[in-house]
């Protein structure tokens, strides 16, 4: 790979920019600060409108790296204010529960604040800094990636056909995108495991009933009692994966929350929705002059919250490695970043594969059961099995990015 002109007025050309984000969550929003941040010009394509992006109710547990990283491209004002600290978590089973007391045995903590209010943070901050964000775009194509001249093209919401060359292309648009399937399919190993059960989740206008998150085991399935507010509950239920929203209306859904965790309080519910719990995997997470961060490249099983943390982890290690390249001219970490940034997507799907099995009823009987209540003691006497967990869930410190 051979080191394009660096021009900077190439970040102010329309139709000419020095790296292209295709998607505008949270991989490509901390892609174009970080990118801005470096003097690197950027521009960012997303189908979706303004309002759906900000507003699409998503994870909500920030790692420690993953704050930082917001405060070093000054996105984290509002987030100091009115993001949740927390220290641990409880793990409930039969009628009982544990603390697991993250800040004394790992000296990290996590932060509870809404992904779609980091994305509101985000654009908002690109949008002051003259970052262009295309909204709303159609029929978006990326092309000529083997070649050092990669283009993205799409039409706008005016109807117009566009044409963005770039010296890079970020493929941020999550597992639906059209990054990873431009690839030859020959070029990529796909790794898959798909979970016979979902998670039924509610936003609840309800004071939250704890001060740190509940993970309930029980016989007829898994629950989390989360928050994202003093005043806003976001709760979770095992079920089936052929379950329709239908068959559970508001007052089911509490009663079952009331049996698997015990008293929460109760509220309007302002959002409810399924989802279907994967892992997924796709390597090397590069081809050409395109590169395939957050969900584009990988799904973890929300029981280890790991999927928004990964996605800002990966562009850190893009963003670096672009920087490189345009301070330096050298293409060694832009060539070796799926090698590094695919060790910490094992890591993580190693650690939600673990959480899952530990707490979810897998269907297989009351062998099944008794060896997750083993677990689950264990991890309540021994302070090392207790540690392995906390380091794993509130993220290991950052590796250096080469």
């Avoid at 799926?338 to 190693?350: G, L, M, N, Y």
């Avoid at 906390?390 to 410190?397: I, K, Q, S």
Wanted: glycine fraction near 10%; charged fraction near 25%.
């Amino acid at each position: 790979m051979q080191r394009a002109p660096f021009r900077w007025q190439d970040a102010w050309v329309p139709n000419r920019t020095q790296v292209g984000i295709v998607g505008a969550g949270p991989a490509g929003l901390t892609l174009a600060l970080l990118l801005h941040q470096a003097g690197i010009g950027c521009a960012v394509v997303e189908t979706g409108t303004r309002d759906y992006v900000e507003n699409r109710v998503r994870a909500g547990l920030l790692e420690q790296n993953t704050v930082d990283v917001l405060r070093q491209v000054g996105a984290a004002a509002r987030l100091e204010r009115e993001g949740l600290d927390h220290t641990g978590v409880y793990l409930r089973f039969q009628g009982r529960q544990f603390h697991v007391d993250m800040l004394r045995l790992t000296g990290r903590k996590i932060t509870i604040y809404g992904q779609q209010e980091v994305v509101k943070d985000e654009i908002a901050a690109l949008l002051e800094r003259g970052v262009p964000i295309h909204f709303e775009v159609q029929d978006t194509a990326v092309h000529d990636f083997e070649s050092e001249h990669p283009r993205i093209i799409y039409r706008t919401r005016d109807g117009d056909d566009a044409d963005l060359h770039c010296d890079f292309i970020a493929g941020c648009d999550g597992f639906h995108g059209v990054c990873r399937p431009s690839i030859p399919p020959d070029e990529l190993g796909v790794r898959e495991l798909v979970y016979p059960f979902s998670w039924l989740g509610i936003l609840a206008e309800a004071p939250p009933s704890t001060d740190e998150l509940i993970y309930a085991w029980h016989e007829n399935g898994f629950a989390l009692h989360s928050m994202r507010s003093p005043t806003v509950s976001r709760l979770y239920l095992q079920v089936p994966n052929d379950t329709s929203l239908e068959d559970w209306p508001d007052d089911r859904i509490w009663e079952e929350l009331e049996r698997r965790i015990g008293r929460v309080n109760t509220g309007p519910i302002s959002d409810k929705g399924i989802t279907p719990l994967r892992s997924f995997v796709c390597e090397p997470m590069q081809y050409g002059r395109l590169f395939l961060a957050g969900d584009a490249a990988h799904i973890v099983p929300p029981t280890g919250a790991k999927g928004l943390n990964l996605a800002v982890n990966d562009v850190r290690i893009l963003g670096s490695a672009l920087r490189r390249y345009y301070e330096h001219g050298s293409t060694e970490a832009l060539d070796g970043y799926s090698t590094v940034a695919v060790r910490r997507v094992w890591r993580a799907q190693d650690f939600s594969n673990y959480m899952t099995q530990l707490l979810h009823d897998l269907g297989d009987g009351a062998f099944g059961r008794q060896l997750q209540l083993a677990r689950l003691q264990y991890l309540g006497r021994s302070e090392a099995a207790a540690t392995s967990l906390a380091e794993n869930y509130v993220g290991l410190p950052a590796e250096p990015e080469f």
